[in-house]
């Protein structure tokens, strides 16, 4: 009877096409929306992006070839495995940068969780670029929503695919294939490094330059279903085929009847089923079994007199009991006016039902039990009872009493002409007092003491430490919690940066090799986070340049004379600074 059914149904729809289709759009960069001109364009080939959008200021901007305007050689001449366009990213390992570049795109169709997914690429390090470490663990991600990444960081993911060996393809083209399966309906692809320094391997410097060509992702065909297998009787299944072209299902119960032509279908038998789903070179098949609920009955609402109660009994064989106040015994006993439901539950199919009982007149009011509470604490007296009069210690009416101080409380609760009192006393005991002091500014390797002793208290910081004191190195939000008596109090402190920098520039050094003022060094540096310098002659030609701190000039391949000098430097607040000036070679 199956063939039977496989028959009919590729006669109806042998249209059907398997083609294989890349899920990655423009995976050979050869789609542009402009000609790349210059690095850092990788939005130009048509769907790409540098994953955070933004190509401006200090940020990660990989590179976009294209033989038709811009293959640029420095970093690695040579041309791509196909056709005009190739993508290039830059990874810096020189601690203390994390700098990632990566290529993302959107899917052309979300993946299907528990499908399996093949992903092929090629690498290849080029030849005689200007980067010329080697490094691993390139990968790809998956995941429903674009990935961020916070300015030139590393974006710390999981990737579903990654490179555990570290890369070098010197001037050929590397093809790396790799099959997986999806975990979550992923929406976009993102391409990079995904690990720290710490967890990267990295040979032959710190930067290292790969160029990457004709990414393609494919379903792997093998058709599978997914959905319930169980179910509760008036309950839906939805079932899913996967992994091939679906072609038509059908049910045991009639399987010469085709049900639905979707890759996914919802389904709601009376009675264990079969269900068939079909491709031109596979058959699946999943049973879906239906349990029937158990029935329950609690009865009808009813009224109670005082101190009467009543059981609640669902008892039945092999079940679970889930009462309104999650309580799990398949007896309840009740003593008080309120709605009483329970829910239960055989072999996973739960029927639940619901029973209101009133009681007449009212029983007890329990305010609780004497206390002591910290300074500052209130507590809620709460006397609530259905079509209530109440009357406080201090002729107030509300069914709750806020307390905030000590003494004797009590109330008087009437119902239909029916009373009941309770009485509570309340102590107070004193909260710690302490501060931290207002918000404060420190420097680079200052130190704050945060003192909050207090006397037979304990101490817990925000990093768990538990001294009485805490010496504040860094900036940040910094609180305590002073605990006496088992009352606690907690303060705040912000401490932010404020720091003057500090920038002397010699006029004249003499590089003589007499050991004394051999170079060209800065007279006073505090302050300065990555500083530029260009020393130009009189003609305006650039004689050095470094982005050494010290510069370090030894002045060895100038003439005695004067040359300028031109600094730009950003200071520990996050300033940007610029200055120049002059400085006389005497050798």
Known sequence: MINKCYIIIVILLVSISANTQNLISNGGFESYTTLPTYWSQSDRASGWTNVSGIYTGFHATPDYYNTLSFNNPNFGNIQPNTGNGQMGILFSFLSPYEYREYIATQLSTSL??????????????????????????????FSVSPLIQNNIEAILVSPQVEIQNVINHTNFWQKYTYTFIADNPSNYFSFGVFRDNANTTVTGGFESYYFLDDFELIVMPQIKIQGDTVICLGESATLNAFGD???????????????????????????????????ASDTAYIRVNVINPPLVNLGNDTTLCREESLNLDVSAPNANYLWQDNSVNPIFNVTQSG??????????????????????????????????????EILELDATTSNANYIWQNNSTSSTFNVNQQGTYWVKVTVDNCSASDTITINFKPSPIFDLGLDAEMCQNDTIVLDATTSNATYLWQDNSTDSIFYVTKIGEYWVEVTVNECTAIDYITINYKCESILEIPNIFTPNGDGINDYFVPVKSEGIVSIQTVILNRWGNVVFETDDLLINWDGQNVNDGTYFWIIEYVDLN??????????????
């Open 112 to 141: 299907i969780v528990g499908q399996k997914y093949q992903l092929s690429f090629y690498v290849t390090n080029g030849l005689n670029g200007v980067f010329p470490a080697k490094s691993n663990k390139l990968g790809a991600h």
């Open 245 to 279: 072209i679906t072609i038509g299902w059908a049910d045991s119960l009639n399987p010469s009847n085709i049900i639905s032509t979707d890759s996914t279908i919802s389904v709601s038998p009376i009675t264990t089923t079969t269900y068939f789903a079909f491709s």
């Open 339 to 376: 709605t009483y439901s329970v829910e239960v539950t055989e072999n996973n199919c739960s029927s639940s039902d619901t029973i209101i009982v009133n009681y007449n007149p009212l029983t007890i009011i329990y305010l609780g039990a004497d206390t002591t509470l910290c300074q500052a």
């Open 574 to 587: 996050g300033g940007e600074n610029k200055i120049h000036g002059f400085v006389n070679v005497v050798k």
